[in-house]
């Protein structure tokens, strides 16, 4: 069975970090882009940053580049998203997903294959 599963959300002070994490079962995330995307109370769901499974590539929207890392430890069979520099409008419901095309991960989130369940980050003093 395909899953996904993501953990490490929390509540975080403005200005903190939180690391990530996304674990796939059931199938080889080597052969997958890997997304993170997030969707905040009442917005569309939107891309945050993607990792190609060939070269490495990345993407990070605008609005967290600088601030957001994503990696991949395809040994472990595992995703990550190192966020630093939070700010409360980044407060969403954080989840991964796997698909086979980078740029389809980098159009929209609707290019992808599977999803997890999300883990929900709040940023909040």
């Known amino acids: 069975q395909v899953q996904l599963v993501e953990s490490g959300g929390t509540l975080v002070q403005p200005g903190g970090s939180l690391r990530l994490s996304c674990a796939a079962s059931g199938f080889t995330l080597d052969y997958y882009a890997i997304g993170w995307f997030r969707q905040a109370p009442g917005k569309e769901r939107e891309g945050v940053s993607c990792?190609?499974?060939?070269?490495?590539?990345?993407y990070y929207a605008d609005s967290v580049k600088g601030r957001f890392t994503i990696s991949r430890d395809n040994a472990k069979n595992m995703v990550y998203l190192q966020m630093n520099s939070l700010k409360p409008e980044d407060t969403a419901v954080y989840y991964c997903?796997?698909?086979?095309?980078?740029?389809?991960?980098?159009?929209?989130?609707?290019?992808?294959?599977?999803w997890g369940k999300g883990t929900l980050v709040t940023v909040s003093s």
């Open positions: 990792i190609s499974s060939s070269d490495g590539s990345t």
């Open positions: 997903a796997a698909g086979a095309l980078f740029r389809l991960c980098v159009a929209h989130y609707s290019g992808m294959d599977y």
